[in-house]
């Protein structure tokens, strides 16, 4: 009865989200996706929500903190994709130097490197890849946060010494950005 009366609390406050994601996104359908998102996640995570505290709160902390990364993930799309009309010479190094079967070798070098991670280190690491934030990771995987951390921390240091040969062409790179 606890997960109704949760749900029931929740589909209460359906309304006033819909009036705070519409301020944060401008447009109707962004904002009801935003509110979709946003009891998505309160569902996920109701055990975490404690009893007595403010309802409304926690969810308009769960829809900014999802707007927010939502927008960082769109900055990072568009810093990564160039939607200028003209390309730019080094736009055409790029493209010129990387061919499907240099990035295929890439990625099976990757991919051996995450293999030889550790499940201690790849899983949270794969997590906060795939866009959990760390206080996710640690409450799917029962760990206290700051282990979360360290875990990630320690996966990037392995998979940075197994990958130092592409370090050098990364340097290059980062010339023509």
Excluded at 9 to 30: G, Y
Excluded at 75 to 95: A, M, N, P, R
């Amino acid at each position: 009865m606890e997960n109704l009366s949760f749900n029931n609390r929740l589909f209460d406050e359906k309304p006033s989200l819909q009036n705070h994601a519409i301020k944060f996104t401008q447009n109707l359908d962004d904002a009801n996706d935003l509110v979709q998102e946003t009891l998505l996640k309160a569902l996920r995570y109701s055990g975490l929500f404690t009893e007595g505290t403010n309802l409304r709160g926690w969810l308009y902390t769960i829809m900014k903190n999802t707007f927010i990364n939502g927008y960082r993930k769109e900055v990072k799309y568009k810093h990564l994709v160039d939607t200028d009309e003209e390309l730019k010479s080094y736009q055409l190094f790029k493209s010129a130097s990387s061919n499907r079967a240099e990035g295929k070798f890439i990625a099976e070098d990757i991919y051996k490197a995450l293999a030889k991670l550790e499940d201690q280190y790849c899983v949270p690491f794969m997590k906060y890849f795939e866009g959990f934030k760390y206080h996710e990771i640690a409450a799917e995987l029962a760990i206290p946060i700051g282990t979360v951390k360290t875990r990630i921390y320690i996966a990037r240091q392995l998979l940075k010494k197994n990958l130092t040969m592409y370090k050098e062409e990364f340097e290059r790179t980062k010339l023509y950005n």
